[in-house]
Structure formats: structure tokens, C-alpha cells
């Protein structure tokens, strides 16, 4: 199922209109539209913003399936989400475990390109290692930022909006664990360490 698909089911089993997504998410009814009938493919920000209108990770908005099995995840069937912005991937790489509220991930960051992440909410935990290349995370539009190397690591809630940058000229590749199991309840954790 394309996302833009699973965008107008899921909001069609909540009783909304497309404007009251568009309210919710902050997204143009317009916008909204040619995202569902994939005219247009979001960038990576704006996908987290319908996921946030919605209730839900942008995980939940891919055809995942239900149960966890012992077995092979072929490349190709990879979900991967392409921001047309500025071409960073967002590659799901165990979509078994979205269900249990556990998002396994890798960004690929072309040299120069960031996003930006709305909070998932309290409770809600990260976990990014740095496998090649430098990257940046910083939280809530504060001085409060780390920046990983290779075999570098940082643990830090999610509840308020961060930003991840690699504003180096080579590209980087981060693994990110994404914890929401736990979503609704006071955060663990919040300031940030790297982990060499």
C-alpha cells in the first residue's frame, strides 16, 4: 500500500475530513489531497506531520505486516520513504516490530541536508548510532546538540522537536531505534550524551 493510500484510509476510519487533517497536521488541504492520490510525495517533515494529525508514526502509515516471524527481510522489500527536498532516505528496516511500538530505522543524509522531527510525545525514546559520515542532532531549537562519528552513539527523549544535520560535504548513514511502546507516559530521559 503507497503511503498517500494508507494517509486516506486510516484518516477515513477516524471520521475525518480532509480539512480536519489538514487542521490537525498542519498541512494544506490541497497538499493533503495530492499526498492521498499520489500526486505529490511529502518530504519527511510533512509526512511526520499527517503521521502526527493521525495518531501514529509514519511506520504505521506503510503496509507493514502484523506478526513477527523469523525471517529474511529482502532489500527489496524495504520500505523507503525519499525526501524530495533534499534526498535523505528513510529506510524501514523491521516493519514486524512497528506493531510493538519499536521502529528500527536507517537515514542515509546526502552531504549539506537535514530534517527536522515534530516530538513524538512524552515517553517516547531514541536511540541514533552513527555508522558513516558526521551528523548532528539537536533538540528544541536550543544550543543543546551532539554530533556523532562513526561508532558514536546518543540516547535522548524524543518529546520535544529535534533536528537531525549533516553539514559536512560527505554523506552519512545513522541507524535510529525509535521506542514509542512506552509513548504516554513521563520521559526517562532528556539531556543528551554521545556514547563512544
Known amino acids: 500500500m503507497e503511503f498517500g493510500e494508507a494517509v486516506r484510509l486510516r484518516r477515513s476510519r477516524m471520521g475525518y475530513s480532509l480539512?480536519?487533517?489538514?487542521?490537525?497536521?498542519?498541512?494544506?488541504?490541497?497538499?493533503?489531497?495530492?499526498?492521498?492520490?499520489?500526486?505529490?510525495?511529502?518530504?519527511l517533515r510533512v509526512a511526520?506531520?499527517?503521521?502526527?494529525?493521525?495518531?501514529?508514526?509514519?511506520?504505521?502509515l506503510l503496509d507493514v505486516p502484523a506478526d513477527?516471524?523469523?525471517?529474511?527481510?529482502?532489500?527489496?522489500?524495504?520500505?523507503?520513504?525519499?525526501?524530495p527536498?533534499?534526498?535523505?532516505?528513510?529506510?524501514?528496516?523491521?516493519p514486524p516490530m512497528v506493531q510493538?511500538?519499536?521502529?528500527?530505522?536507517m537515514?542515509?543524509?546526502?552531504?549539506?541536508?537535514?530534517?527536522?522531527?515534530?516530538?513524538?510525545g512524552s515517553g517516547v525514546i531514541e536511540h541514533a548510532t552513527c555508522i558513516e559520515g558526521c551528523i548532528t542532532i539537536t533538540?528544541?531549537?536550543?544550543?543543546?546538540?551532539?554530533e556523532l562519528s562513526p561508532n558514536e552513539s546518543v540516547n535522548f527523549s524524543s518529546d520535544v522537536d529535534h533536528r537531525f544535520a549533516n553539514t559536512t560535504g560527505e554523506p552519512a548513514r545513522i541507524f535510529v531505534v525509535i521506542d514509542s511502546s512506552h509513548r504516554g507516559r513521563p520521559a526517562?530521559?532528556?539531556?543528551?550524551?554521545?556514547?563512544?
Do not use: Y
Request: aromatic fraction near 4%.
Open 48 to 60: 511526520c506531520s499527517i503521521a502526527s494529525g493521525l495518531d501514529c508514526q509514519i511506520s504505521d
Open 85 to 94: 527536498s533534499n534526498g535523505v532516505e528513510r529506510h524501514l528496516l523491521s
Open 188 to 196: 526517562v530521559m532528556r539531556t543528551m550524551h554521545p556514547v563512544t
Open 100 to 105: 510493538h511500538g519499536i521502529q528500527v530505522l
Open 68 to 83: 513477527v516471524q523469523f525471517e529474511k527481510l529482502e532489500g527489496d522489500r524495504r520500505k523507503v520513504l525519499v525526501d
Open 139 to 146: 533538540v528544541d531549537d536550543s544550543d543543546e546538540a551532539v
Open 19 to 43: 480539512g480536519d487533517l489538514a487542521e490537525r497536521a498542519s498541512v494544506s488541504k490541497a497538499m493533503l489531497s495530492e499526498i492521498e492520490t499520489g500526486k505529490k510525495n511529502p518530504t
Open 107 to 120: 537515514f542515509v543524509f546526502p552531504p549539506g541536508s537535514e530534517i527536522f522531527w515534530n516530538a513524538d
